[in-house]
């Protein structure tokens, strides 16, 4: 059982960053791809970034490529999120997820969630 826990979310303004961290404990990190996802109120969970497990390759939204980089510390367990160049519409619950299968962009196929941090950007 892994549990994750998101830090970092806030308040900023347009144009500014933000840096979310995740922290995860009681399972072997390195067996798992981390991803970052971010929901709306009344939309459905959507995907942002994934790192895989030895932290070699990303992927990313198209609505974020360029803006947004996912990295990963094997050796603290952490995982993170800096994202730069907000836009109001980057506002959501962010939520790290871990992921023991292959690469997918579908909040169903990964395992383990943490509960989420608040991201709100104004213009």
């Known amino acids: 059982q892994v549990q994750l826990v998101e830090s970092g979310g806030g308040l900023v303004q347009a144009g500014g960053s933000l840096r979310l961290s995740c922290a995860a404990s009681?399972?072997?990190?390195?067996?798992?791809?981390m991803g970052w996802f971010r929901q709306t109120p009344g939309k459905e969970r959507e995907f942002v970034a994934r790192?895989?497990?030895?932290?070699?390759?990303?992927y990313y939204a198209d609505s974020v490529k360029g803006r947004f980089t996912i990295s990963r510390d094997n050796a603290k367990n952490t995982v993170a999120l800096q994202m730069n160049s907000l836009k109001p519409e980057d506002t959501a619950v962010y939520y790290c997820?871990?992921?023991?299968?292959?690469?997918?962009?579908?909040?169903?196929?990964?395992?383990?969630w943490g509960q989420g941090t608040q991201v709100t950007v104004s213009s």
């Open positions: 790192v895989t497990r030895g932290g070699g390759r990303t």
């Open positions: 009681g399972g072997t990190f390195g067996n798992y791809a």
């Open positions: 997820a871990a992921d023991g299968g292959s690469v997918s962009y579908s909040p169903a196929s990964y395992d383990y």
